[in-house]
């Protein structure tokens, strides 16, 4: 527990000093580490098994745990080496948008963001930054990348993953591992698996058939394991009834034996349950303490209920990853020094090609001259990555009103939608005090015991900043209803970074209530603390809000163009409750809109939004969360310095109720701890093709500043897949880039329920004003195959198959047929 505590706070403070980032530092520069890890020979084989035969049972089971780095970096987790024999100390850090430790790294784009390039060499460019910088900083395992599929749009951490679809998720995870790799960085895939929400993922029990399993989830982690992948990281849930980090079925059937893994396999972290049963069962490494495979796991070898070649064979795993990535003789190179400015590079890169413009009317965008008025918070404080352990220090942060100004126009700002709410004013408190900057000294508390006087009716938004941990913020009790108390799990500590942290980097909590007019009371204890503690209360009301969608509209009027941001923060450990906006920004994108028709809603989201105001709005750009480049991306995209690039790896449903996992709790959150997955192979856009739903927005759709015209296809099956062949032209006046996908349809021949289309292949393509490119893709058999669960294998879905070629799941622009055959 004590572990636990110390490691939530830590967390709280890495993701607290992201706020306060502002100055950028330029690290040293060095061309890209090229290590390439060897893989298992020979002598690899005999260098680990004479390690294992010289380690003491003590050493070997240090081997299979976490502990306390006694030189911390920040990082997750600590591995300690057995110095005698000469294995070295690991130390494993997050993760998927860059290197989470103390120090500052390149904070890149949210992995979704990436995905939407689709552009595997792009993915692993990102991982080479990643591993890169992973080494320069002192660690030698990246806990990432994440490949669970986005199956709900409610999921806090889909920012976090790449995508609703199996075979983009494939191409991307392991381009990615092999950029990671390549810079010797162990990646480690995650979390094997099904964990595809955030709310109860310690405990739901995902009920899955195989062929499900293999067919949606399964995919990407197959494919980060045929990349090489050094590490898999079992998932909190449980699958079929079993937790993830002891299923036998996940862990040995389908990990080792099914597809050859050799490898590591950890827990996520604290997620190990059981001793014997997750050892045999195929868990190797426990994180991020010895709970389960510390004294417990010696006294089981000892009293004879753990054989200790399990023991041996755990370790034996572990050796043999550090052996294969150099580290156990001495080969792996040299630790680099980061190269900040590459990072950056590829940040921007990245940021720009996954830009997705999901409207363009009247000729809005690209900006053209004339007054913009930006409107929004994370028009001024940069809205760079979510929360949780996708956290990363930035080297630096720049709001996009400073890049936007900076193209030497009118600019104007407005706040609209106010996170941080304004000062109580003195005299609604009896007696008054001084709620903007109150400061408690260590080991004090102070204490208010006064009166509140409201003179009318009105919710409320109270919002408290303090600077302590969670578990010593200040208690704020009105009429006898404590305002904000400590949410139990992990949600609490796993925040996400922007409307939880102010500016100055204090945390910030909100709270909504209905205020009935008069006097009411209240109460605050605010602790200091073992360093003291500063805190200020704050509020939010309908009259507080209506000067601030005043000050907007005027704003949005008396400008050319109006600029609004608009935010949602998700973070794992919390799912969001609806795919609406967060407060009342759907009012202020209204007001806006109808005061000037020339709005552009620019989204720092982190998955599918509702858009009930679409259509009043000239433009609509999903930048997600774009990283510590993102406001020079954005403003680039926004004046058209480049084309938006980014196309949806995941379907935007109309509203909260025509989506996969709408209408039945059984499939999401779940019922009674079990969560069904009864959609069966019909995820993500499969779905909408199988209900014939429209949603707002389909997979695969992003417009470009030019248009695109496709012609002839053909489709020739042989017998290393099927190769589709199209023209693709650029119809209009300016260089943009294409992302022409594939689909096919079902096979006649298989007697099992298909997906109407599955994704195929697809290309990104830049291609100059009238030019035209003939594109072929190639579709892989595995694309073209069905999991036979009788026969535990894929079966390839012969006979004459449908084949389209689109600008996106919605948009099918050729149609052709091929005879397939095995
Ligand atoms: C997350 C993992 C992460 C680990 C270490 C867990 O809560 O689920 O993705 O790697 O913490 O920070």
């Known amino acids: 527990m004590t572990d636990t505590v110390s490691r939530r706070s830590a967390l709280r403070l890495v993701g607290g000093a992201v706020a306060v980032a502002a100055a950028a530092t330029g690290g040293a520069t060095s061309p890209a580490g090229a290590h390439a890890p060897g893989g298992p020979g020979p002598s690899a084989g005999r260098r680990v098994e004479s390690l294992l035969a010289r380690l003491t049972l003590d050493e070997k089971i240090s081997l299979l745990h976490g502990a306390t780095d006694p030189a911390p970096l920040g990082q997750a987790g600590y591995l300690p080496g057995v110095e005698r024999l000469g294995i070295p100390p690991l130390r494993l850090a997050d993760g998927p948008a860059g290197v989470r430790v103390t120090a500052r790294a390149t904070a890149l784009p949210a992995p979704v963001l990436l995905a939407s390039a689709f552009d595997p060499e792009l993915a692993r460019r990102y991982g080479r930054v990643i591993g890169h910088e992973g080494r320069a900083l002192g660690q030698d395992v990246l806990l990432s990348p994440m490949v669970n599929l986005i199956r709900t749009p409610y999921a806090g951490r889909n920012f976090e993953t790449f995508s609703e679809d199996p075979l983009l998720t494939a191409d991307l995870v392991a381009a990615e591992i092999e950029g990671i790799q390549g810079e010797g960085l162990v990646a480690t895939v995650k979390h094997f698996a099904l964990n595809n929400q955030e709310r109860d993922r310690e405990s739901v029990d995902v009920r899955v058939d195989e062929r499900t399993m293999h067919e949606v989830e399964l995919r990407g982690f197959k494919a980060a394991v045929d990349a090489g992948a050094g590490a898999v990281m079992g998932a909190y849930n449980k699958v079929n009834g079993t937790y993830a980090c002891e299923n036998k079925t996940l862990l040995t059937d389908v990990l080792r034996t099914q597809w050859g893994f050799e490898g590591l396999v950890m827990t996520d972290w604290f997620a190990a349950h059981s001793t014997r049963k997750a050892l045999t069962a195929g868990l190797d490494l426990e994180m991020p303490a010895g709970t389960h495979f510390g004294a417990a796991l010696k006294r089981a070898v000892r009293d004879g209920s753990v054989a200790e070649r399990y023991v041996d064979r755990a370790v034996r795993r572990i050796l043999s990853v550090l052996d294969r990535f150099g580290l156990l003789d001495g080969s792996a190179p040299p630790r680099p020094e980061r190269d900040s400015r590459a990072g950056a590079a590829v940040a921007l890169e990245v940021a720009k090609a996954g830009a997705t413009l999901l409207r363009n009317k009247r000729g809005t965008l690209p900006l053209a001259d004339g007054s913009i008025a930006v409107i929004g918070q994370p028009g001024s404080l940069p809205f760079i990555s979510g929360g949780g352990s996708a956290h990363v220090v930035p080297d630096h942060a720049a709001g996009p009103l400073d890049a936007l100004r900076a193209r030497g126009g009118r600019v104007t700002h407005a706040l609209g939608e106010d996170i941080f709410g304004k000062p109580l004013p003195a005299a609604v408190l009896s007696p008054r005090f001084d709620s903007e900057g109150r400061r408690v000294e260590a080991g004090r508390t102070w204490s208010y015991d006064g009166t509140l006087t409201v003179d009318r009716a009105d919710e409320w938004t109270f919002v408290i900043h303090y600077s302590g941990a969670p578990t010593i913020r200040p208690k704020v009790v009105l009429d006898g209803k404590e305002l904000f108390p400590l949410v139990p799990g992990w949600g609490e500590y796993f925040m996400g970074g922007y409307v939880t942290t102010a500016a100055d980097g204090m945390s910030v909590r909100r709270r909504t209530v209905a205020v009935a007019k008069g006097t009411h009371k209240l109460r605050i204890t605010a602790p200091g603390g073992d360093t003291g503690q500063r805190f200020r209360l704050r509020r939010i009301t309908s009259a507080t809000r209506a000067q601030d969608v005043a000050e907007a509209v005027r704003a949005a009027r008396a400008a050319h163009h109006a600029v609004l941001f608009a935010y949602e923060d998700a973070t794992e450990g919390q799912d969001r409750t609806t795919i609406r906006l967060p407060g009342h920004q759907d009012a202020l994108i209204e007001a806006v809109t109808a005061a000037n028709p ?58 909260d109720d025509h989506h996969p996992v709408a209408g039945d709790p059984r499939r999401y959150p779940g019922v009674g701890g079990t969560e069904l997955y009864s959609e069966g192979v019909h995820a993500g856009h499969r779905w909408y093709d199988a209900k014939g739903e429209r949603p707002l927005f389909p997979f695969g759709h992003g417009l470009s500043y030019t248009s695109f015209g496709y012609e002839d296809v053909s489709a020739h099956w042989h017998r290393h897949g099927l190769d589709v062949r199209f023209t693709v032209r650029n119809t209009g006046r300016r260089a943009g880039i294409a992302v022409p996908q594939v689909y096919v349809g079902r096979s006649p021949d298989l007697e099992l329920d298909q997906a109407v289309r599955v994704l195929g292949g697809y290309r990104r393509l830049a291609l100059d004003a009238g030019q035209r490119q003939r594109v072929s893709v190639r579709v892989a058999p595995r694309t073209l195959s069905s999991w036979d669960a009788d026969r535990h294998a894929w079966v390839l879905g012969t006979g004459r198959r449908s084949v389209w070629v689109g600008a996106s799941a919605g948009d099918l622009r050729l149609r052709t047929s091929v005879e397939v055959h095995g």
């Open 598 to 655: 020339r709005t552009t809603v620019v989204l720092n989201t982190s998955s599918a939004t509702s858009m009930p105001w679409l259509e009043r709005t000239g433009a609509v750009l999903q930048m997600y969360y774009p990283g510590q480049e993102g406001a020079a991306a954005t403003a680039a995209v926004l004046f058209g310095d480049c084309d938006p690039g980014g196309r949806l790896t995941q379907t935007f449903p109309f509203d």
